[in-house]
């Protein structure tokens, strides 16, 4: 299973087969996923060819975050010590979370934007494992939240990205979780539970050494910031986090774009659309 033998059924002047036929890499992700069984790998390649063909992920847009920037809260944020995209989201960031179908397609943009960041840093040479991280702050976790198909169909769009998780850590994960996570920990294999972290602190920065040990001094200064402002009461769906700049225009002390070296870089991707951007406009 390589470029020089690839599936039969991926046309190589159709643009959907680009991301199974750009590098040898991309094939054996989906090998290693499937234990090195070339057939069920063809398998699960037919399958997630299908899916990119019928829903275009590249140029897939949300809409809800079109109207809303505050819907959703999954975002780039720059990178960790590794060169891996690091997403993060916070449950009081996010004021329409529960479409489950939208839901997935807003993972996916995010998704992509990683694939994006990674190829066009230099792909192996900035990122030598090609994976990427997602941190989930539990903060404003509710009930409503808690639901087990949600997750069932994360995992299940997951394999259209095999081996691509580096490392999943949930901060501060309450019970009413468990239900979900066991509901998930059924379908994904021993590999992909093993790279998921629990990590549980009544102190503000009493999670940094963790952070800090998987991510480096960087990213883990940011989300210590983050999180400590993501918790307040005054900014639970009301923080515009997309901004850099005070109303007055002062340089907010921090950024939550994310990282420095993110925002001030050339791959830097926004995380709403140009028009809810003030810091734009009292920039210039």
């Known amino acids: 299973l390589s470029l020089s033998s690839p599936p039969s059924y991926l046309p190589k002047d159709d643009e959907h087969s680009s991301y199974f036929l750009s590098n040898d890499g991309t094939l054996l992700r989906f090998l290693r996923a ?65 479409d489950a ?17 990674i190829q066009k840093r230099g792909g192996s040479l900035s990122n030598p494992s090609g994976k990427w991280v997602l941190v989930v702050d ?44 066991v509901a998930v920990r059924r379908i994904i294999n021993e590999v992909t539970a093993n790279k998921v972290k629990f990590i549980t602190c009544s102190k503000d920065d009493g999670y940094k050494p963790y952070l800090e040990h998987e991510l480096g001094d960087e990213m883990a200064s940011w989300l210590v910031e983050e999180i400590k402002e993501n918790a307040l009461p005054e900014n639970k769906y009301k923080k515009k986090y997309w ?21 001030s870089s050339e791959y830097f991707i926004s995380p709403v659309v140009r028009k809810f951007c003030q810091s734009l406009s009292l920039k210039q």
């Open 138 to 181: 539990f903060n404003g976790f509710e009930l409503r939240d808690s639901s087990p198909s949600m997750a069932v169909q994360t995992a299940k769009i997951l394999d259209h990205y095999p081996e691509l998780l580096g490392w999943l850590c949930f901060l501060n994960a309450p019970r009413l979780f468990s239900a979900t996570w």
């Open 34 to 98: 499937r234990d090195g069984n070339v057939k069920n790998a063809i398998k699960m390649i037919h399958n997630a060819y299908t899916w990119r063909k019928e829903n275009d992920p590249p140029n897939m847009t949300c809409p809800k975050c079109n109207n809303d920037p505050l819907a959703h809260s999954v975002r780039i944020v720059g990178w960790d010590k590794q060169g891996r995209p690091v997403l993060y989201t916070c449950f009081n960031q996010a004021n329409d979370r529960w």
């Open 243 to 263: 901004e850099w700049i005070n109303i007055d225009g002062t340089v907010k002390e921090h950024d939550a774009r994310g990282t420095k070296s993110y925002v």
């Open 101 to 117: 179908t939208v839901n997935i397609k807003h993972l996916v943009i995010c998704l992509e934007h990683a694939l994006t960041l």
